[in-house]
């Protein structure tokens, strides 16, 4: 018998060596899966599956505790760096369908695919129902890296709706799984477990709501009033919000909500160390994914899904093509989308590590069956990866609602400024053909408050007297405007073939918001009612979108499509004109016009 110290420590060095080997593994792939196009969780996901007793690997991993507790920690990490990344201006753009779709979708979708799942399985209402509560969820996860894999670009308010309702859903999910697990172990009557359900409902939305704004004001006043090393910085503010999470849920308010608002908070205010904090989030989410779907597919035996498999695809199945698609057009019913964009938001439901991570309650609970109710999330899980998840770019192609690509702005850097400026500092690295190099450096076109601060070439300084003309290579750190960030990022770094691609994807010929809409009709001969001759582009664009408008945004009126191009402070400055028939433009409906024709015509 060996030494216990020895073995201890083999077991403790084998865990390290494994885990850090399949997370570099995981990595190393995930470059290879985005060149084909495979969703870079379902790799993750592949890779815990091969690693687990049924594959390759041969790791007996069974202990659902132990993947509850890390599934927690994980998902309130991701749920914090999602609330960072989100803006307040899209919050206050998308908040109420957002909403929408993480309560009343979320039940509708919840109460179909529990119908579904009796039917399917054979069980009774409420195992059914606890099935579609598992699986109603989208994940925040798969969203937010889905949704802007390999530089697609979809409309703010689209985009923004669905990451919102992914990082506002799981606290409704997880409410319907405890109610129905609570009504399925209770024995005290059905008027008894009524009413708990009621007060665990208003406890998990009020109580995270209250914690996470909360906590989240109380990070942002902590970290502005204290004076630490920069590296501890995004330390405590992991440390709060994780504290947040587990005080809202000893107190079984969700922590999840009071997490994701509490990142919210502090993303959308200024505040000390900002690109520090973002910067440690985004690596700290990225490993908090890779673990996870990691211990997940550690968790999974492959051999144990195909005992109920026809059963188990039927649902996955039913959930995409009938679930989803009904809960979103019934939850966006009073709010102003497209078709398309409903269309679109009906099929990115993806489902990640949430449903798995929820189909384990169950398990710890005891609930009967409990394995059927795991094994059927994770077939959902993957086959949305599979099916959803490889055809997000290509939805929004089919259905018309790709924007340009926004260049990655890979060469700015952040740089800090105290809280009382009102203007952000960074610096670029000017590219190979970018627009700034057409221009004498005395005519640069700048926007509004913006101020070239130096230029470094070569490591020296340069002194305007010396500066005829940018060149490639040139460091500009300059200051600016929050919102007119992105326009430098084009200044410097973008091709002008990017530019050139922007004017024809966003409309043939292009107005400035204050024209006169009855111009613009007299010129294209367009039909229009007399109180519309007094009104401006601007005016006439958000009235019918509610108000606000993004770019992407569009506008039908008679034959043609108004699309809005630029829009500064809530005002749309520029707009295209789109003239070309929407049949012809967009392949979907080209698909759809054709096959009416030909009925028509026999």
Same mark, same amino acid.
């Given at each position: 018998?060996?030494?216990?110290? =020895?073995?201890?420590?083999?077991?403790?060095?084998?865990?390290?060596? +494994?885990?850090?080997?399949?997370?570099?593994?995981?990595?190393?792939?995930?470059? +290879?899966?985005?060149?084909?196009?495979?969703?870079?969780?379902? #790799?993750?996901?592949?890779?815990?599956?091969?690693?687990?007793?049924?594959?390759?690997?041969?790791?007996?991993?069974?202990?659902?505790?132990?993947?509850?507790?890390?599934?927690?920690?994980?998902?309130?990490?991701?749920?914090? !760096?999602?609330?960072?990344?989100?803006?307040?201006?899209?919050?206050?753009? /998308?908040?109420?369908?957002?909403?929408?779709?993480?309560?009343?979708?979320?039940?509708?979708?919840? &109460?179909?695919?529990?119908?579904?799942?009796?039917?399917?399985?054979? @069980?009774?209402?409420?195992?059914?129902?606890?099935?579609? /509560?598992?699986?109603?969820?989208?994940?925040?996860?798969?969203?937010?890296?889905?949704?802007?894999?390999?530089?697609?670009?979809?409309?703010?308010? @689209?985009?923004?709706?669905?990451?919102?309702?992914? &990082?506002?859903?799981?606290?409704?999910?997880?409410?319907?799984?405890?109610?129905?697990?609570?009504?399925?172990?209770?024995? &005290?009557?059905?008027?008894?477990?009524?009413?708990?359900?009621?007060?665990?409902?208003?406890?998990?939305?009020?109580?995270?709501?209250?914690?996470?704004?909360?906590?989240?004001?109380?990070?942002?006043?902590?970290?502005?009033?204290?004076?630490?090393?920069?590296?501890?910085?995004?330390?405590?503010?992991?440390?709060?919000?994780?504290?947040?999470?587990?005080?809202?849920?000893?107190?079984?308010?969700?922590?999840?909500?009071?997490?994701?608002?509490?990142?919210?908070?502090? *993303?959308?205010?200024?505040?000390?160390?900002?690109?520090?904090?973002?910067?440690?989030?985004?690596?700290?989410?990225?490993?908090?994914?890779?673990?996870?779907?990691?211990?997940?597919?550690?968790? @999974?035996t492959p051999s144990a899904l195909l005992q109920n498999w026809s059963a188990e695809i039927l649902i996955a199945?039913?959930?995409?093509?009938?679930?989803?698609?009904?809960?979103?057009?019934?939850?966006?019913?009073?709010?102003?989308?497209?078709?398309?964009? %409903?269309?679109?938001?009906?099929?990115?439901?993806?489902?990640?590590?949430?449903?798995?991570?929820?189909?384990?309650?169950?398990?710890?609970?005891? $609930?009967?069956?409990?394995?059927?109710?795991?094994? #059927?999330?994770? #077939? @959902?899980?993957?086959?949305?990866?599979?099916?959803?998840?490889?055809?997000?770019?290509?939805?929004?192609?089919?259905?018309?609602? =790709?924007?340009?690509?926004?260049?990655?702005?890979?060469?700015?850097?952040?740089?800090?400024?105290?809280?009382?400026?009102?203007?952000?500092?960074?610096?670029?690295?000017?590219?190979?053909?970018?627009?700034?190099?057409?221009?004498?450096?005395?005519?640069?076109?700048?926007?509004?408050?913006?101020?070239?601060?130096?230029?470094?070439?070569?490591?020296?300084?340069?002194?305007?007297?010396?500066?005829?003309?940018?060149? $490639?290579?040139?460091?500009?750190?300059?200051?600016?405007?929050?919102?007119?960030?992105?326009?430098? !990022?084009?200044?410097?770094?973008?091709?002008?073939?990017?530019?050139?691609?922007?004017?024809?994807?966003?409309?043939?010929?292009?107005?400035? *918001?204050? +024209? /006169?809409? &009855?111009?613009?009709?007299?010129?294209?001969?367009?039909?229009?009612?007399?109180?519309?001759?007094?009104?401006?582009?601007?005016?006439?664009?958000?009235?019918?979108?509610?108000?606000?408008? +993004?770019?992407?945004? %569009?506008?039908?009126?008679?034959? #043609?499509?108004?699309?809005?191009?630029?829009?500064?402070?809530?005002?749309?400055?520029?707009v295209g004109l789109e003239i070309e028939p929407a049949e012809e433009r967009l392949p979907a409906l080209r698909?759809?016009?054709?096959?009416?024709?030909?009925?028509?015509?026999?």
């Amino acid at each position: 018998m060996g030494n216990p110290l =020895e073995l201890i420590n083999q077991v403790i060095f084998q865990v390290i060596f +494994v885990g850090a080997l399949l997370v570099a593994v995981s990595i190393l792939l995930g470059m +290879v899966s985005s060149r084909v196009g495979a969703p870079l969780l379902l #790799v993750f996901l592949g890779l815990g599956m091969l690693a687990g007793e049924d594959g390759p690997g041969r790791i007996a991993f069974s202990d659902f505790r132990t993947t509850y507790f890390a599934g927690s920690m994980a998902l309130a990490i991701i749920l914090f !760096d999602g609330g960072l990344r989100t803006q307040r201006s899209a919050f206050k753009l /998308a908040m109420w369908p957002a909403l929408s779709l993480a309560t009343i979708g979320v039940v509708v979708t919840a &109460g179909i695919a529990g119908a579904i799942a009796c039917w399917a399985l054979g @069980v009774s209402w409420l195992p059914g129902l606890l099935i579609g /509560a598992i699986i109603a969820p989208t994940d925040a996860a798969a969203v937010f890296l889905l949704l802007h894999a390999r530089g697609t670009e979809i409309s703010k308010r @689209v985009s923004a709706t669905l990451e919102l309702e992914s &990082g506002m859903n799981d606290p409704m999910a997880i409410f319907l799984t405890i109610a129905c697990i609570e009504l399925m172990t209770q024995t &005290g009557g059905g008027s008894m477990g009524v009413t708990h359900v009621v007060m665990i409902f208003l406890t998990q939305m009020v109580g995270g709501a209250a914690l996470g704004l909360g906590g989240g004001y109380f990070l942002l006043w902590l970290i502005n009033r204290i004076e630490i090393a920069a590296g501890l910085y995004p330390i405590l503010a992991a440390a709060i919000a994780l504290t947040v999470f587990a005080g809202a849920q000893l107190i079984d308010a969700s922590g999840f909500l009071a997490v994701y608002l509490t990142g919210l908070v502090l *993303g959308s205010n200024r505040h000390r160390a900002q690109q520090v904090i973002s910067r440690f989030h985004d690596g700290l989410a990225w490993l908090a994914q890779i673990s996870m779907f990691l211990l997940l597919g550690l968790l @999974v035996t492959p051999s144990a899904l195909l005992q109920n498999w026809s059963a188990e695809i039927l649902i996955a199945l039913a959930l995409i093509f009938i679930a989803r698609p009904i809960a979103a057009f019934v939850a966006l019913a009073p709010f102003r989308f497209s078709w398309r964009q %409903r269309l679109f938001m009906a099929w990115v439901g993806l489902r990640g590590a949430v449903p798995i991570f929820l189909a384990s309650i169950p398990v710890i609970a005891d $609930v009967p069956n409990a394995m059927t109710f795991f094994n #059927v999330a994770f #077939v @959902v899980v993957i086959t949305s990866l599979l099916i959803q998840g490889w055809t997000v770019s290509p939805a929004a192609r089919f259905l018309g609602l =790709e924007l340009p690509p926004t260049p990655e702005p890979t060469d700015r850097q952040g740089i800090d400024l105290p809280l009382s400026a009102d203007r952000e500092a960074a610096s670029w690295r000017v590219g190979h053909r970018s627009p700034a190099l057409d221009s004498l450096y005395a005519d640069l076109t700048l926007p509004r408050r913006t101020r070239i601060i130096a230029v470094i070439r070569n490591g020296t300084v340069m002194s305007r007297d010396m500066l005829e003309r940018l060149e $490639v290579d040139d460091y500009v750190i300059a200051l600016t405007p929050p919102q007119y960030v992105i326009t430098l !990022d084009r200044m410097f770094t973008t091709p002008l073939e990017t530019r050139r691609s922007l004017a024809a994807d966003l409309g043939e010929f292009v107005f400035h *918001g204050d +024209v /006169a809409i &009855g111009r613009l009709c007299e010129m294209y001969a367009i039909p229009f009612e007399p109180l519309m001759l007094s009104e401006t582009l601007d005016e006439f664009m958000r009235t019918r979108l509610g108000g606000s408008a +993004v770019i992407g945004d %569009r506008v039908a009126i008679g034959p #043609v499509e108004l699309v809005v191009r630029d829009v500064d402070k809530a005002k749309i400055t520029r707009v295209g004109l789109e003239i070309e028939p929407a049949e012809e433009r967009l392949p979907a409906l080209r698909l759809l016009y054709r096959l009416t024709s030909m009925f028509r015509q026999a």
